[in-house]
């Protein structure tokens, strides 16, 4: 059972580079979402999703964006990379509890 | 908006030391609560939930949480810490069922020999 996996693991970006940050889980879970943590900080909700077809913003939406097309897969999308957003990116699925992924740590340079 | 303390940012222990790590919520329903561990270098990982019934709730190794409502609470404890227990940890309430929860800054607990 794998649970929330996150792909890639590491990543280094230029400054406006775009990329895709990838997050399946196999759990059926309608529940999901996207966090930033930054060093020595807690957890920052990006966006999360309710279901298929359905999205919303959290905390720290700008440069970022998000497709929920199917209740599997939910990917994050950096369209212009800055370096305020180098962090690490978590990935977490919910059903009465989260299931996190083990993360993708990002800098951009 | 509900919120979520966690008063004490950093924690330290001697090995075989008992532990409490505290966790207060501001809203007047009960929510579901829960507590999450994360290693250095890891993801998340679910240690226990309350959702209601009985408030002293058994997690995964070896911890537990006691719900308070007079007090707010949802304190973790161990009655003896081992050093593979050095790590962040996160309280989180979802007030509403809706599967979102919010969570706390953290606690970091370092363990001394």
């Known amino acids: 059972n794998a649970g929330v996996t996150q792909t890639p693991k590491f990543r280094i970006l230029k400054i406006g580079q775009s990329m895709t940050l990838q997050c399946t889980q196999d759990?059926?879970?309608?529940?999901m979402y996207w966090y930033r943590q930054d060093p020595g900080m807690g957890l920052k909700l990006i966006y999360y999703?309710?279901?298929?077809?359905?999205?919303d913003k959290g905390e720290v939406p700008n440069g970022y964006n998000v497709s929920r097309s199917t209740t599997e897969d939910f990917p994050l999308r950096l369209e212009l990379a800055a370096p305020s957003q180098t962090s690490v990116y978590f990935c977490?699925?919910?059903?009465?509890?989260?299931?996190f992924g083990s993360g993708t740590r990002l800098t951009v340079v | 908006a509900q919120s979520v303390t966690q008063p004490d940012i950093h924690i330290t222990v001697s090995e075989g030391a008992s532990l409490e790590l505290r966790c207060n919520y501001s809203?007047?329903?009960?929510?579901?609560l829960f507590w999450y561990v994360q290693s250095p270098g890891q993801g998340l990982q679910l240690l226990l939930k309350?959702?209601?019934?009985?408030?002293l709730v058994q997690g995964i190794k070896g911890f537990e949480a006691e719900f308070k409502r007079s007090q707010s609470s949802f304190n973790l404890r161990k009655p003896s810490v081992h050093w593979s227990d050095a790590a962040e940890y996160f309280c989180?309430?979802?007030?509403?069922?809706?599967?979102?929860?919010?969570f706390g800054d953290g606690t970091t607990l370092t363990v001394k020999p």
């Open positions: 759990m059926n879970h309608n529940y």
């Open positions: 309350y959702f209601s019934g009985d408030t």
């Open positions: 809203y007047g329903a009960t929510p579901y």
């Open positions: 999703s309710v279901g298929a077809g359905i999205t």
């Open positions: 989180a309430v979802d007030l509403t069922n809706a599967g979102k929860s919010t």
């Open positions: 977490a699925s919910s059903n009465l509890g989260y299931t």
